[in-house]
Structures are given as structure tokens and as C-alpha cells.
């Protein structure tokens, strides 16, 4: 981004997005210069915007080494944004049962700017570092990912090919039609810390696909096993799908 688009009120909120994604990456707490490197913005820019977000708490800075980290407001616009998405007032009901029938952990995704983003999850017993509050991934490194990234908008999936590296980019990006058209997507974990993930998509009454329903599958899972998970998924997506209306 260059230093003309932080003239005027648009630009100035640009800018001051571009620095809140810059210290959502990397260390915890990050420096003035480096800031302003990565941006592209110049060092009195971005010392200004970060004053400024330093007063609304969006932004944090640390006092001993003056560097800058996001502050605790975000946390709390993203708990009042959760608590007004119509989906997890839908899936509600259905999380807890969907997560004792298949014994496994549950969980609810959704698609922010190419990466997918776990909202909501019910622990299951399969224990495991992995289970860390809320998760972050490139949406094409995920099946709930890729269910969303393939069935969304065109600048989604541009998005979500942009996230991963150009090896990636290249062996996926000819998968769109196939992804989208698949009742259920799996992708393999690697180790505890990253299961076996099975996902589906959440279609709300208007055929929009709005979320997707995961779970966690077994180390050694066969293919009739992969498909009870999914059908059960499906049946509580369904029926969220159902609850959030046609009108």
C-alpha cells in the first residue's frame, strides 16, 4: 500500500486495517520500523495510526520494549461479532449430541478473507494439544476450508489461493469444481496436533453456503467410518440450515 492512500478518512481506515492484520502475523509484539516496512507506510504514518489504535485498545504497547501488539478490544468486538451470527444460535441445539453420538470434537468454521476461521467447538474424547481455543489456518489446508473457499465468491477463492505458497497454489487450484460439488471433504492429519478432518457445508434457506460443520476423525478411520461422520454432520447441518429461514 502506498503513502498517497493515507490521505483522507478511507485511507486513513485502510491503513489502520493493514497494520492490525501486520500484528495479527508473527511475534506477539513488533517494531515501529518493521511495521512500517511491511506496509510500505512511512515511519511517522505508522507511528501515528498506532497512537491512535493505542487509545481504543485495538493496539497494545508493551512498555518495556515499546513495541506494538493487538490489545484487548479485539477480543471483545470478536465476542460481541460471534454473539450475533444467526448460525451458532442455529447450530446450538445440535453441537453437544452431534459430539457424544460421534465421539469425536466438533467443530464450526467460517471464511475471513482466505483463511477459515473456528468459531465454535465441543470437546470430544480425543485429547490433544491441538484443541487450542480458537484456530487460524489458510482455508485450502483445511476441509472445512476448502468446503467454504470452493463453494464461495470468486474473489473468496482468490483469497484462499493467495494464502498458500506456490506449490500449493498450483497442485489446488484446479480442485474448485470437485471440492464444491463433494458432500463431504477430508483432509489427512499429519499428527496429534493436527487430526484427520472431516467437514460439511452449512446451506442457509437462501442455498448460501454460510459455515461448515467439522469433526475431528479417528487415526485410523476407514472409509465407512468417514462416511457415518459425515452423515451425521450433514443431518445437524441440515437441520441448522433449516433454522436459519428461507425469508
Not at 486513513?12 to 511495521?35: C, I, K
Not at 445437524?236 to 436459519?244: E, K, M, Q, S
Amino acid at each position: 500500500m502506498s503513502e498517497p492512500d493515507a490521505r483522507g478518512t478511507l485511507g486513513t481506515v485502510r491503513n489502520a486495517v493493514l497494520l492490525l492484520e501486520l500484528l495479527s502475523e508473527g511475534p506477539a509484539f513488533q517494531q515501529l520500523t518493521d511495521l512500517a516496512e511491511r506496509s510500505g507506510l512511512s515511519v511517522p504514518t505508522v507511528h501515528r495510526l498506532l497512537r491512535s489504535l493505542v487509545l481504543s485498545d485495538l493496539v497494545e504497547q508493551d512498555p518495556t520494549s515499546s513495541r506494538y501488539g493487538l490489545g484487548p478490544e479485539v477480543a471483545r468486538l470478536a465476542q460481541r461479532y460471534l454473539a450475533r451470527q444467526p448460525i451458532l444460535g442455529a447450530l446450538a441445539p445440535y453441537l453437544v449430541p452431534l459430539r457424544d453420538s460421534i465421539g469425536q470434537t466438533v467443530h464450526v468454521a467460517v471464511l475471513v478473507r482466505g483463511s477459515v476461521v473456528y468459531v465454535d467447538r465441543v470437546d470430544g474424547a480425543d485429547g490433544g494439544l491441538y484443541r487450542d481455543t480458537h484456530r487460524v489456518h489458510a482455508a485450502l489446508e483445511t476441509a472445512a476450508g476448502r468446503i467454504l473457499a470452493s463453494r464461495g465468491t470468486e474473489d473468496g477463492w482468490r483469497r484462499a489461493l493467495e494464502s498458500v505458497d506456490a506449490e500449493q497454489r498450483s497442485r489446488l487450484g484446479t480442485e474448485r469444481d470437485g471440492w464444491s460439488a463433494a458432500p463431504y471433504l477430508v483432509t489427512e492429519g499429519g499428527s496429534a496436533q493436527e487430526p484427520s478432518e472431516v467437514a460439511v457445508p452449512i446451506v442457509d434457506g437462501h442455498g448460501h453456503t454460510v459455515a461448515a460443520l467439522a469433526a475431528t476423525a479417528p487415526p485410523v478411520t476407514s472409509e465407512e467410518q468417514l462416511d457415518r461422520i459425515a452423515a451425521q454432520l450433514s443431518r445437524a447441518a441440515h437441520a441448522a440450515g433449516r433454522a436459519l429461514g428461507h425469508g
